[in-house]
């Protein structure tokens, strides 16, 4: 098991930027796959990004796509979520997730969470 902490959310206003920070302990890092997710109120658990932290690969929802980038920094266990050009439709609950195998869109498919970090962006 990981264990994930976030970090980073806030009040930004749109067309403004955040770094998000998830940090992770409890075994080895590299053999993982990484993701965010985001939760709007009312709405499921949706898909933002991920990051295979081995191989460095990433894959991102269409929604985010040029505007967010997923990176990893192997030697700190962190993975980050730099948020640029936000938009309302952004503002949510964003969570890290990991997992020890490849990456995926399904949060079903993770079964190590972090407890989330606000993120609103106002209009």
């Known amino acids: 098991q990981v264990q994930l902490v976030e970090s980073g959310g806030g009040l930004v206003q749109a067309g403004g930027s955040l770094r998000l920070s998830c940090a992770a302990s409890?075994?080895?890092?590299?053999?993982?796959?990484m993701a965010w997710f985001r939760q709007a109120p009312g709405k499921e658990r949706a898909f933002v990004a991920s990051?295979?932290?081995?191989?460095?690969?990433?894959d991102y929802a269409d929604s985010v796509k040029g505007r967010f980038t997923i990176s990893r920094d192997n030697a700190k266990n962190t993975v980050f979520l730099q948020m640029m050009s936000l938009k309302p439709e952004d503002t949510g609950v964003y969570y890290c997730?990991?997992?020890?195998?490849?990456?995926?869109?399904?949060?079903?498919?993770?079964?190590?969470w972090g407890q989330g970090t606000q993120v609103t962006v106002s209009s």
């Open positions: 409890g075994r080895t890092f590299s053999d993982y796959a």
């Open positions: 990051i295979n932290v081995s191989s460095g690969n990433t």
């Open positions: 997730a990991g997992r020890s195998y490849g990456r995926s869109r399904l949060s079903i498919m993770y079964n190590n």
